[in-house]
């Protein structure tokens, strides 16, 4: 059944690819995003992608979401580094932010709220691999403030509010809002710009993976289910077979890049590792499967970077790092400490 749609982050690594993939299953699609990514373009697709609403998602109110069936957000900073570079204003945003869109939807009368959160909420620790019912762990202040939001927002869930959440697995995969700054994507740079991959560390954390085209197969159903089936709901989204240690991702993507070479260093310090199960979405939606692996995804990104011919300064450029981006628009004056537009950068 169509819907009329309202996808936060709609011009984000994640959100560029959703919005076509909405608008081809048939949904009536509009996009809001705060634009701080809107400079980079990595390559054009040529899928028809929704109208954007510029505006910044603790602006929002219910007149604002009005007459949508349904709210896909996604606007928040989306990563740990980036998180810890300011705690306050992380909060403000991916907690605050989040829960004040909620509260908006739920008082607008927006039946259906699909968040997505992370599996970055377990953290480490765990010897069995974690499910949705296994205690939570985070690490950094991103994903304390994905947990947050999933009680304060799983709060509002009734009969009249369906909200829903997605765990998503370590994101991968080509989109032309391009993140380099995740671990497959990252090493897909580093082996085609570099033709070696050196880690740090011995890469023996364990991550599980997922194609962002995958995560958007997850969001369509959950908007297209019946309300039962998720109402108030936690999914981990990936499949049991894509947990892969960081020294297997290494080694598949230089496998995928010819000549590539990798090699490893003493056990590090990140000790964020986990495995995850991905058996209950399939249960609730069974529809969803992963279509692509970590080296579908690697051989993905080859391809695009043989056809733009990608440069090292490209692989490098701001806008495909989200901390060195927002750390541009702070050195030129465009945004002020918390994060909000003081003169906004055109396109």
């Keep these: 059944m169509a819907s009329k749609v309202l996808v936060t982050g709609a011009e984000g690594y994640i959100g560029n690819v959703l919005g076509p993939l909405l608008l081809e299953r048939g949904h009536d699609v509009t996009g809001l995003d ?10 054009e697709d ?6 954007v609403i510029v505006k910044d998602i603790r602006d929002i109110g219910p007149r604002d979401v009005a007459g949508y069936d349904a709210v896909v957000h996604l606007a928040e900073l989306s990563n740990d580094p980036l998180g810890e570079m300011d705690q306050r204003t992380t909060y403000a945003i991916n907690h605050e932010g989040s829960v004040n869109l909620a509260r908006a939807c739920k008082a ?15 953290g480490f620790g ?10 939570t762990n985070p690490q950094t202040a991103y994903a304390r403030c ?13 009969e009249r509010f369906t909200p829903v959440f997605l765990r998503n697995a370590t994101a991968f995969g080509a989109s032309p809002r391009m993140r380099f700054d995740i671990v497959l994507n990252n090493l897909a740079g580093i082996a085609w710009t570099n033709h070696e991959i050196r880690m740090t560390s011995d890469g023996s954390p364990w991550r599980p993976l997922v194609h962002i085209e995958d995560i958007g197969q997850a969001i369509a159903l959950c908007l297209e289910a019946p309300k039962d089936a998720i109402n108030g709901e ?5 499949d049991d077979a894509h947990n892969y240690r ?10 995928v890049f010819p000549g590539c070479t990798t090699s490893f260093g003493p056990s590090g310090g990140d000790n964020r590792s986990y495995r995850v199960s991905f058996a209950k979405i399939q249960r ?12 579908d995804g690697a051989k993905q990104l080859r391809d695009i970077f043989e056809r733009i011919a990608m440069t090292p300064e490209t692989f490098a450029a701001p806008p495909f790092t989200r901390i060195e981006q927002l750390k541009q628009l702070m050195a030129r004056d465009l945004i002020d400490g918390d994060y909000f537009w003081r003169r906004r950068q055109v396109a």
Excluded: M, Q
Excluded at 46 to 51: A, D, I, L, V
Excluded at 126 to 135: I, K, L, N, W
Excluded at 234 to 238: D, E, Q
């Design 34 to 43: 705060c634009g701080f990514y809107a400079e980079g373009s990595l390559y």
């Design 46 to 51: 040529g899928r028809r992608r929704p109208t």
């Design 108 to 122: 607008a009368g927006v039946p259906r709220l699909v968040y997505t959160s992370s599996c970055s909420v377990y």
């Design 126 to 135: 765990s010897t069995e691999d974690c499910t949705e019912a296994s205690a």
């Design 146 to 158: 994905k947990v947050l939001v999933e009680r304060d927002v799983g709060a509002l869930a009734d």
């Design 234 to 238: 936690i999914f981990n989204v990936g």
């Design 246 to 255: 960081v020294r297997e991702i290494a080694e598949i993507v230089a496998d």
């Design 284 to 295: 609730h939606l069974p529809d969803f499967r992963c279509r692509w692996s970590a080296r």
